[in-house]
Each structure stands twice: as structure tokens, then as C-alpha cells.
């Protein structure tokens, strides 16, 4: 386990360039394919890199967050909502 996570470090931005194109293509640069484990191997690699070096909104399957609409009435600010307080349900 400890070897795995020396190569991990040892990634350099041109190996993760290298990783992602090999995904995306699925195969080596010389042209050979990428078998399945090759290709699972690539993307954990990749997405380790990531994890380390990059913000997560530079990620691969980054979704941004949607703005949160909570249960509250209109204007309820979350800092000083009291969510013991009895609110009655309203039906549209």
C-alpha cells in the first residue's frame, strides 16, 4: 500500500495529461488499447491527482452544488430559523 501511494505523488502533471488522453482514447500513445484494468487503473490514478492538486471544480464529474431552497417561508434566513418552531404546512 505504501508503494502505491509513493507512485500516486509521483505523478506529474504531463503523466495525468498523459492518463486523461489515454482514457478518453483508450489506448497508449504507441496505439495499443487500453484493456478494462489498464483503463480502471488510469482513472483511479487520475482522479487521485486530482484529489491532490487540483480544486474541486477543476475535477472530472464535477457537478456544481444548486442553490439549497430549504422547507422554510420566503425570506427565513438559516441562521435564525428555529427549527422547533411549529410552522403549519401549507398546500399550493
Known amino acids: ?31 495499443q488499447r487500453l484493456t478494462q484494468e489498464q483503463r480502471e487503473l488510469c482513472m483511479q490514478a487520475a482522479i487521485s491527482y486530482e484529489h491532490q492538486h487540483l480544486p474541486p471544480e477543476s475535477r472530472s464529474g464535477y457537478i456544481p ?16 430559523l428555529d427549527i422547533n418552531a411549529e410552522t403549519p404546512l401549507k398546500w399550493n
Not at 495525468?16 to 482514457?23: C, V
Not at 444548486?66 to 422547507?71: D, E, F, I, L, T
Open 1 to 31: 500500500m505504501d508503494n502505491l501511494q509513493q507512485l500516486l505523488q509521483s505523478i506529474t502533471p504531463d503523466i495525468y495529461q498523459r492518463l486523461k488522453l489515454a482514457i478518453e482514447l483508450g489506448k497508449w500513445p504507441d496505439g
Open 65 to 80: 452544488p444548486k442553490p439549497h431552497q430549504h422547507c422554510g417561508s420566503k425570506g427565513d434566513d438559516l441562521e435564525t
